[in-house]
């Protein structure tokens, strides 16, 4: 749809992506593309949809997480109406953290920054991506 948002997965998680959906596939051959699926399914309703998630705190930025159902992995994003862009910034599993956790180095904020800003990010758009990359 012309009213969607671009959706880009960080370069910089890019590798990560891959491999939870390759980790996942390989321990759960009952259901082995579910998490690919339903990634892809969170976000085609970001490109729609992009205030769907809730605001969180993620290595000290304000972000929106997402939760995927079945697998329960979370989808953390930042969006941009006036750019028209969604930028997934972390994926990962979603057990709970311990109540000490650590805190975030001025790095990983500066990561988060720089994210936002990338011109290499993969381009998720209609179920597929534009380069032919695939998880």
């Known amino acids: 749809m012309s009213d969607d948002l671009e959706v880009v997965i960080a370069p910089e998680i890019e590798d990560d992506v891959r491999t939870l959906v390759t980790w996942w596939r390989e321990h759960w051959p009952a259901a082995p593309d579910l998490l ?3 990634l892809r399914e969170a976000l085609l309703a970001l490109a729609r949809w992009p205030q769907i ?3 969180v705190k993620l290595l000290g930025r ?5 939760v995927l159902r079945r697998t329960g992995y ?13 930028t997934v910034v972390r994926v990962r599993r979603g057990h709970r953290r311990p109540a000490h956790r650590a805190r975030e180095t001025q790095a990983e904020s500066s990561w ?3 994210t936002m800003k990338s011109r290499n990010a993969r381009t998720f758009a209609g179920g597929r991506w534009r380069d032919g990359w695939n998880a």
């Open 36 to 38: 690919e699926r339903e």
């Open 53 to 55: 998630g809730t605001r």
């Open 62 to 66: 304000s972000v929106h997480r997402v």
């Open 74 to 86: 979370l989808v953390f994003y930042m969006y941009k109406l006036s750019a028209r862009r969604v």
């Open 112 to 114: 988060v920054d720089s």
